[in-house]
């Protein structure tokens, strides 16, 4: 038996890999592969800041079996600086942890260094703003020998004759500090009430901080928005990398963790959870507030997110007919779901619309409005999964589609998030087959030979711009493959002998080599945009309908898509480039609306029950339509918008 | 300095006190006392069961200063016995610990041998059955890619299709387990619907089993009536004496308790709901079932034990004007509460009157009912407090009064709770002063001389028995002292010099001593129940009523004490003997009723708003009329009714 000098070490959710030479420390192997990770003691062994989590088992989409002996034993200073329960996850000092074999690791977001760009900001709204909770000041008598009426009856009659609020409840937490409260305000308090009916929060003297928080968890980024609820301003935005990243990248992968281990919802709810606590506390001390300040907190999320949210088991969701646990919004009281804010505040979940069409896209329903419009609109959320909604305020049709996360850089050979050092844009000389491109942090297009350019990989938008860029070239053809003939050294073979074309050059990254976009990125990208495409054909067939009048693109991605770069390439049926609007994170959006209009959520639950949602993979002409689509820009259909460009591209 | 030979040892709540030899450990020194503590082992150090909790400090009230420096160092045995948090705390091993100075210290429930006899039995209730609960099965389709409604919605049409139900609500955590239920059950599920409008469980397939319990928390003990809401039969019962008797013995003790100490609340908090999660096992042991079976709960106490049940400060229950935090009756989740139920099950709290009439009052004025009454009714419950509610159907007043804990048997000497060994009744010879009692336990009157009669102190019932025979029979006088003329060896002088009447010789007593009523006994009774009768007379004065028609005494303790001798006595004013009548625990008789019929909660709610609460203290009759209520059975007022016996005592 030889023993290997090298091994491959894979970095989750990066999907970083490379060979790394035995004895190197994990921490060393990150540094090699341009891997962010925490370390404020720079691997002296006494920060305990650079947790990993070692992934036990063999994982076929990498061909790697990772185990905890391929690592050298754990130290005492690991068992020192870990808990015990982190030991027992699989947790390790990347510091401490040598390699002797093949690993694959997932770094948690508390140990990620490097800056990373919240895309999904928060724009202005055009909302009444109507929350769910409401502050009234009293002045109270206080209690005699003659008059000892019990507190809570006493703050009754007084907000019923400074008020006119009659038939209150009182939160049971709420009640537990009421007899402190008042005596600490002198009898005169300010009283938070939910809904018009329940007395949530009573505080000593005059106090009218009321903060809301709307919580939009994506599949793979989670996005908190502190929003004061009397001006409806968003007064501080936290964002994070899904924790439930490390049991699964995509929804069905997380599904499945719940269905093949016995604790796997418990873990995924633990990590989401103190993921959000950490968004409260990050937001709430940004603003100079604290937790007890977020009286509301209204979430949209897909519906497997959603259920393992309320920790409900998603299972039924990732299995035909895919029916959810629950349509209808919910409102639960923050401290069920161990969430730290106002100990009586509420979390009102928005419905859902149908199986995989959650709250998330009840959210961007919200924003769009379609169930309002004249127009036909064709709304695409592009996330992890992609969500469609079709219609007008007369009918309105939904579907998913299973994109799989390639539109956010994963499953891209140099995919990586939107996060500086990514390639955002991209330009090919159809004649010279040069590259211009734009990274992210830099404010200039890269434009001629220039060392250190800093690119680290390309992200999703830069990876639609590319293939677009290609196939106008005729680096590629409409089928997807490479066309050999091109004379650029630019196309060349990788060591496999599989063509790849070469985006940055190896002096223009920071990696120490070529960042290129070979055939099994071409190949997920036309999944990827081939199911996309087949369900906005499929809900325009049911609709009876071969042309929308709008199509807006919601997700944070959708914002930096290049609209023709995404129609050259056929992500969605033709329409006017001016007819294409971009309208940012629309989910998140929604749930802020939501948050600062009570009445919204009444109508949201209307029109979740009024959206048809239509199956995609029972339709008859399903899979024909999906191959058809896989072409660019699709097999059959026409693209008269683009046809100038289409036109131009060499056989 | 000399080293004392003995040492004074207290065990708390019994009482027991006395002289223990230097080097003896706290079991021999209980066993000395007649004290039971536990121990399987037999003193052999291995079971770990004699837990004792070290009370340090001066305490005046027994003249003794109590440190854990006065026992042996904890030993290796102890360290591994007890939890941290339990050495922190005081906990010792009996067993292990031996006496090298005073001591005060208390004997923890768990650690208690002896039968007790629940006092608090169940009897039979004239109540319509209509709890807040039911059950309902429901047999619903399946989902199908063409019906893929959500689970919740599916449940909802079927709940309304086939019981007519609308409007429904669902419990949180009955969400939950609400997809794995309904495919365990193959769509067919049994749904528990909490007061027509939450759903609060889903079982698989057909379970119609439907508990509740009834909990009454006393100041001293807490009983449970495990209950099926189905037939109103009682299924198990289960008592202790209150946990926190050990953070103070009576409501001001354990009020003091929480304002002297910052974690006080909730030590006793903790202390009462783990208590009632152990009586919530053994009653659904007893029966067979598990704690999830309990679908509802309804609980009584007095104003102190209800705040601290809730976790409610109960300080201004205790300072001047006494307003509590709440008046109206509540409903809280169990789990928000600790407690260990149905997850979804609600506590029903039955509402205040005012001040220290609490809950508990209000469960007995629902089992007596004198807001439907025509006749006059003069209601005593007697418990560590007194509460009474005078009136009828026109009007009801009500009042406490602090009798303290002494009818429990409480400070006084050879006192003891209703168990075997208690002597509970007594008669003695007018002319020879000769005693016969009867031990709780056995059979048969003790009317000769016997050997091991194993009598062990006298409990409450039998002291005013003792009280009120020593009277008729001239051994103490109307104001309370020893006639030493007497001419009887029992009465004699203690080691102080003080008189004290013999009630059970040494060898008729299991304690190696004789039982005796002492001076200050007495003067512990005149207290009690010239508290008692002020509380009655002030209520009779304000109402403008000399006389009423009917004495009821409410108070497991009412059931046992002998009438003619409470009102030789002057327990309370004079009435026909024959319209006393005993109620036994109609405080947790009114939780049952409260447990099995909804609608009687509203009445409940109402009738607690119209009882006038009067404040003795502030009378200004208050002082006189104690003092004058102290002489047996009273200085001025007339008993017509005992007034037989009243002129044969001799001057």
């Known amino acids: 038996m030889t023993t290997k000098k090298t091994h491959t070490v894979i970095f989750q959710p990066s999907g970083s890999r490379g060979p790394v030479k035995r004895g190197r420390t994990i921490l060393e192997a990150a540094r090699d592969l341009g891997v962010g990770v925490e370390s404020i003691c720079g691997g002296k062994r006494t920060c305990g800041k650079c947790k990993v989590v070692i992934q036990e088992g063999f994982f076929e989409k990498f061909a790697i079996n990772s185990k905890m002996e391929n690592l050298s034993p754990v130290t005492e200073e690991e068992r020192h600086k870990l808990k ?43 909302v009444d703003i109507a929350p769910a909770v409401n502050k009234y000041y009293v002045e109270l008598e206080k209690p005699t020998l003659e008059d000892s009426t019990a507190d809570l009856e006493r703050l009754l009659s007084g907000l019923e004759q400074n008020h006119k609020l009659k038939g209150l409840e009182m939160d049971f937490t709420a009640l537990r500090s009421l007899p402190d409260v ?10 938070t009430i939910w ?24 599949t793979t980024t989670v996005v908190g928005y502190l929003t ?25 992968a997380r599904i ?10 418990e873990k995924m709810n633990r990590a989401i959870i103190g993921g959000l606590n950490k968004i409260i506390r990050n937001t709430t001390e940004k603003a100079g507030l604290s937790p007890e300040d977020v009286f509301e907190l209204v979430l949209v999320g897909n519906t497997a997110m959603h259920h393992i949210f309320l920790g409900i088991n998603p299972e039924p969701v990732g299995l035909s007919p895919f029916p959810p646990s629950v349509q209808h919004s919910l409102d ?38 379609p169930h309002k419009s004249d127009e036909i609109l064709l709304i695409i959320d592009i996330g992890t999964n992609g969500e469609i909604v079709l219609g007008n305020k007369d009918r309105l049709l939904s579907t998913s589609c299973a994109t799989g996360p390639a539109f956010e850089g994963a499953q891209i050979k140099y995919g990586m998030r939107a996060a500086p050092g990514a390639i955002e844009r991209i330009k090919i000389d159809p004649k010279t087959k040069e590259v211009r491109f734009k990274v992210i942090g830099r404010e200039e297009w890269h434009t001629e030979f220039e060392e250190d350019v800093g690119a680290k990989g390309i992200c999703g938008s830069g990876i639609i711009e590319a293939i677009a860029e290609m196939f106008k070239a005729g680096i590629i053809r409409k089928n997807g493959t490479f066309n050999a003939e091109v004379d650029s050294p630019r196309l060349r073979k990788d060591g496999e002998g599989k063509l790849e074309f070469v985006i940055a050059k190896k002096e223009e990254t920071s990696i120490g080599k070529e960042i290129t976009v070979t055939l099994s990125d071409v190949r997920a990208m036309q999944l990827a945009k081939g199911a996309l495409y087949t369900g906005c054909k499929t809900l325009m067939k049911r609709m009876g309908i071969t042309t929308v009048d709008k199509v807006i693109l919601a997700g944070a991605f959708g914002s930096y898509i290049d609209r023709e770069a995404s129609m050259v390439i056929g992500m969605f049926p033709d329409c006017d480039l001016d007819k294409i609007a971009a309208v940012g994170n629309a989910a998140g959006d929604g749930a802020r609306i939501a948050l ?38 699709h097999m059959k259909d026409q693209f008269p918008n683009v046809s ?4 131009k591209i060499p056989e």
């Open 84 to 126: 015990p329960e982190e030991l027992s996850d699989g947790y390790r000092l990347a510091c401490s942890s040598k390699i002797k074999g093949d690993v694959l690791l997932f770094v948690p977001e508390e140990s990620r260094s490097g800056g990373q760009i919240v895309r999904k900001a928060a724009g202005e709204l055009t």
């Open 195 to 218: 809904d018009g009916r329940e007395i949530i929060k009573v505080e000593a003297g005059v106090n009218d901080t009321m903060m809301g928080l709307a919580i939009d968890i994506g």
């Open 644 to 647: 100038h460009i289409l036109e």
């Open 596 to 633: 600062l209009n009570k009445e919204i959520r009444k109508e949201a639950d209307k029109v979740a029950t009024k959206i048809k949602y239509i199956e995609l993979t029972i339709d008859p002409d399903f899979q024909t339509e999906f191959m058809r689509a896989m072409y660019f820009p």
């Open 332 to 369: 639960v009281k923050a401290r069920d779901l161990g969430l730290t804010a106002c100990k009586g505040a509420n979390v009102h979940v928005l419905p859902i619309e149908a199986g995989f069409v959650g709250a998330d896209n009840m959210g961007v329903v919200l924003a769009v409005e």
């Open 182 to 191: 008042l005596r600490e305000g002198d009898w005169k308090v300010t009283v």
């Open 256 to 265: 499945t963790y719940a269905m093949s281990h016995e604790d796997g919802l």
């Open 228 to 252: 004061n609820l009397r001006t409806g301003e968003v007064v501080a935005i936290d964002s994070m990398m899904n924790p439930q990243v490390m049991y699964g990248e995509d929804v069905m």
